[in-house]
C-alpha cells in the first residue's frame, strides 16, 4: 500500500529549463511533506517542505506547490543546473505523539542536460 | 553540521549470520530512524526510537530488531540474515518536535550471499 507515489521514475530537462517533479498521496492525515535529495553513495539531504496550510512555499531557485484537494504536490526547479542531477524523493509526515514519521515516494531520478 | 556516522559503507555476510549495523549522531537528536532503501520501493521505515531504550516498530520490522543504550547511538541487528535483506540501510535523526526534518548518514549496502 503505497501511501506515497512518485509516478515518473526519471526525467531529463536541459539546462536553464524548469524541471517539474510530481508526487501523489492518499492519506488524508498528512499534514505536513518534504522533498529530499539523494546523490549516489550519500544519504538523502533536506531540500525543502510545506506545511498543509500552505499552497506554495519558495526557496531560491525551489518551489513547492501543494494540492490539497487533489492530493498532490510538486517540485519545480527553475533553472534547473547540471548539479541538480539526483534522485528526488517527496515525503509526508505523520506525527505519531512520540516522533515525525515520515513517509516517502519511490523517488524520480532526475537528469539535467547540457 | 548535523553528523550522522554509520560505521559501515559495504557489508557483505552469509545468510543466517547475526549482523548489526550501527548509527551515531552527534546532535542531541531524540528520534532515531533505520530505513532500507530499494528500488522501485524508495525508502521504507524499518524501526524508530524516540527516547533511549525506546523503540518503535516501522512499516517492515520483521526480521529486524534494534537497540538504543545512549541517545547518540542507535543499533540495526539482523537476528539470521537473509538474502532478502540485500539492501541499503539508511539511519537517521531528528528532533523530537513535529514536522522536524530527518539528517540522514550515509547508507551502509548490506550484502547477503
Known amino acids: 500500500d503505497q501511501q506515497v507515489k512518485q509516478n515518473s521514475p526519471s526525467l531529463s530537462v536541459q539546462e536553464g529549463r524548469i524541471s517539474i517533479l510530481n508526487c501523489d498521496y492518499t492519506n488524508s492525515m498528512f499534514d505536513y511533506f518534504l522533498w529530499y535529495k539523494k546523490y549516489p553513495a550519500e544519504g538523502p539531504t533536506f531540500l525543502i517542505s510545506?506545511?498543509?496550510?500552505?499552497d506554495k512555499n519558495e526557496d531560491g531557485r525551489f518551489t513547492v506547490f501543494l494540492n490539497k484537494s487533489a492530493k498532490h504536490l510538486s517540485l519545480h526547479i527553475v533553472p534547473s543546473q547540471p548539479g541538480d542531477s539526483a534522485v528526488y524523493f517527496c515525503a509526508a509526515i505523520t506525527n505519531t505523539g512520540t516522533a515525525s514519521k515520515l513517509t516517502f515516494g519511490t523517488g524520480t531520478r532526475l537528469q539535467v542536460t547540457l | 553540521d548535523v553528523k550522522v556516522t554509520q560505521s559501515s559503507r559495504y557489508l557483505v555476510k552469509r545468510t543466517g549470520e547475526k549482523v548489526f549495523l550501527e548509527c551515531v549522531q552527534d546532535?542531541?537528536?531524540?528520534?532515531m530512524f533505520w530505513y532500507r532503501q530499494d528500488p522501485g520501493l524508495g525508502l521504507r521505515l524499518i524501526y524508530f526510537s524516540y527516547d533511549v531504550k525506546m523503540k518503535e516498530k516501522g512499516d517492515i520490522p520483521e526480521g529486524y530488531s534494534v537497540s538504543r543504550e545512549k541517545k547518540e547511538r542507535f543499533s540495526l541487528i539482523l537476528e539470521s540474515a537473509s538474502t532478502n535483506q540485500t539492501s541499503m540501510y539508511l539511519c537517521?535523526?531528528?528532533?523530537?518536535?513535529?514536522?522536524?526534518?530527518?539528517?540522514f548518514g550515509n547508507g551502509t549496502r548490506l550484502t547477503v550471499t
Open positions: 537517521a535523526s531528528s528532533f523530537w518536535r513535529n514536522n522536524s526534518p530527518l539528517h
Open positions: 510545506i506545511s498543509s496550510i500552505k
Open positions: 546532535m542531541d537528536h531524540e528520534n
